[in-house]
T-cell receptor
Framework: DAGVIQSPRHEVTEMGQEVTLRCKPI?????LFWYRQTMMRGLELLIY????????DSGMPEDRFSAKMPNASFSTLKIQPSEPRDSAVYFC???????????????FGEGSRLTVL | AQSVAQPEDQVNVAEGNPLTVKCTYS??????LFWYVQYPNRGLQFLLK??????LVKGSYGFEAEFNKSQTSFHLKKPSALVSDSALYFC????????????????FGQGTELSVKP
């Protein structure tokens, strides 16, 4: 089975440019997370969705960041305009929440490494 | 607010020796605790979780973790380390204020780099 698919795997851009990161969760999963990983700050939760609805976006750094989940099989994280301090690895993860009161573990994608020059 | 701490940035172990990677947590209510592993240039992989029941939880690759409520700890252990266990290990706690079927957010610790030498 395909896991969580992220694109691009690597992105190098210049300060001020718009960056769009994409994620396809595991088919059937109904909860999706965006995390950012840096050496200085570790793994930070940016935002998560349940059933395509944003539940908690308190980790989104500022208005330059936005995330959408237009349907169950696709999500984007956009940075506009990008800055050098946004350089990090961005991970998408998905999981299944069932109606029987069970929450499965998170499955992570391979990450998108962003470098803003 | 819930939080999780991994007091050691790095743990060094000789192959064949037992290993322990420490994790302590701070939550209101009953914690849901997890361990994940990250190999270089890869995403995180689930190892094991504690939700309820037996305090000793067994997971993938021979790892286990012991939930200790009085010490608010959830240390990861393995009886005999392998060189291939060298990786970055993350402890995580789920927000217990959300119902289990609502799926609260996972908060991760800073990670512990495990190095197993031959």
């Amino acid at each position: 089975d395909a896991g969580v698919i992220q694109s691009p795997r690597h992105e190098v851009t210049e300060m001020g440019q718009e960056v769009t990161l994409r994620c396809k969760p595991i088919s059937g999963h109904n909860s999706l997370f965006w995390y950012r990983q840096t050496m200085m700050r570790g793994l930070e939760l940016l935002i998560y969705f349940n059933n395509n609805v944003p539940i908690d976006d308190s980790g989104m750094p500022e208005d330059r960041f936005s995330a959408k989940m237009p349907n169950a099989s696709f999500s984007t994280l956009k940075i506009q305009p990008s800055e050098p301090r946004d350089s990090a690895v961005y991970f998408c993860a998905s999981r299944l929440i069932t109606g029987q009161g069970r929450t499965g573990e998170l499955f992570f994608g391979e990450g998108s490494r962003l470098t803003v020059l | 607010a819930q939080s999780v701490a991994q007091p050691e940035d790095q743990v060094n172990v000789a192959e064949g020796n037992p290993l322990t990677v420490k994790c302590t947590y701070s939550v209101s209510g009953n914690p849901y605790l997890f361990w994940y592993v990250q190999y270089p240039n890869r995403g995180l992989q689930f190892l094991l979780k504690y939700i309820t029941g037996d305090n000793l939880v067994k997971g993938s690759y021979g790892f286990e973790a012991e939930f200790n409520k009085s010490q608010t700890s959830f240390h990861l252990k393995k009886p005999s380390a392998l060189v291939s266990d060298s990786a970055l290990y993350f402890c995580a706690v789920r927000d217990p204020t959300k119902g289990y079927n609502q799926g609260g957010k996972l908060i991760f610790g800073q990670g512990t780099e495990l190095s197993v030498k031959p």
